[in-house]
């Protein structure tokens, strides 16, 4: 089935202290917005129940919990968390092959897969944090590039990485693998704490097949409307961008 421009669209339901802003929002946005995205403070917060509201809206559930532990621990999340029939799921790389290898394994034994998406570098960690706070000597590109082959390797679905690493990664990896980019901003918004953000047309003529975009749209005057303007942005982007997949 051929991509609509809303499923490249992933809305970040963060910062909701109620269940009735999620709903709101939900409501608000779906006419624009395909997949949306709970991560661990809402996960935790409220608990699975919180992924009926994006269910009962026909949406897909993306759930980023990043999970990172030992190789028994992640994958029996991983299969906790499938149980709970989410369409995306993520670990991070930085656990090594033997985790992201229990993950994958545990995620195909589901009864209904998600795909299982390693992430690679968060988007608050510039080229200065890596170097002095993480100790990583090489270049961002390609410490992205070398963690996005080992999910690869392990049998994981997709990647997340910022804008910014598109370019070093989009060579080396299968034609099926989902390619997800977080600290989407239009050209006049904040980048509030994300130091490697990217437009929606960059970052689509980039490669990425799915931008999760959060506070642009959550913390907006008129959420429907901002959703909107990033879907229009997305569609006229791909009219000059790769194929969808």
Request: net charge positive; with cysteine; charged share 25%.
């Amino acid at each position: 089935m051929e991509k609509r421009a809303r499923d490249y669209l992933a809305l970040a339901l963060d910062n909701c202290v109620r269940t009735e802003s999620i709903r709101g929002l939900i409501r608000d946005t779906r006419e624009h917005i395909g997949i949306y995205k709970i991560g661990l403070e809402q996960f935790t917060r409220f608990g699975p129940g919180v992924l009926e509201h994006i269910r009962s809206a026909q949406r897909r559930i993306f759930l980023d919990l990043k999970l990172h532990d030992i190789p028994n621990t992640v994958g029996k999340a991983v299969a906790a968390a499938a149980s709970h029939e989410v369409d995306f799921l993520t670990v991070h790389t930085q656990g090594g092959m033997a985790m992201l290898q229990a993950a994958a394994d545990a995620a195909s034994r589901a009864a209904r897969p998600p795909r299982l998406v390693g992430v690679t570098v968060l988007t608050s960690i510039d080229e200065r944090a890596l170097r002095e706070e993480l100790l990583v000597g090489r270049a961002p590109g390609d410490h992205v590039r070398h963690l996005a082959g080992l999910a690869a390797r392990a049998g994981l679905d997709g990647i997340v990485c910022s804008a910014a690493d598109l370019g070093a990664v989009r060579g080396g990896l299968p034609d099926t693998f989902e390619i997800i980019t977080p600290g989407i901003r239009m050209p006049d918004s904040n980048a509030d704490d994300q130091k490697r953000v990217a437009t929606p047309e960059s970052a689509i003529a980039a490669g990425a097949t799915i931008l999760v975009v959060g506070r642009p749209i959550t913390a907006a005057p008129d959420p429907r409307l901002a959703a909107q303007r990033f879907e229009q942005s997305i569609a006229g982007a791909l009219k000059h961008g790769p194929l969808a997949r």
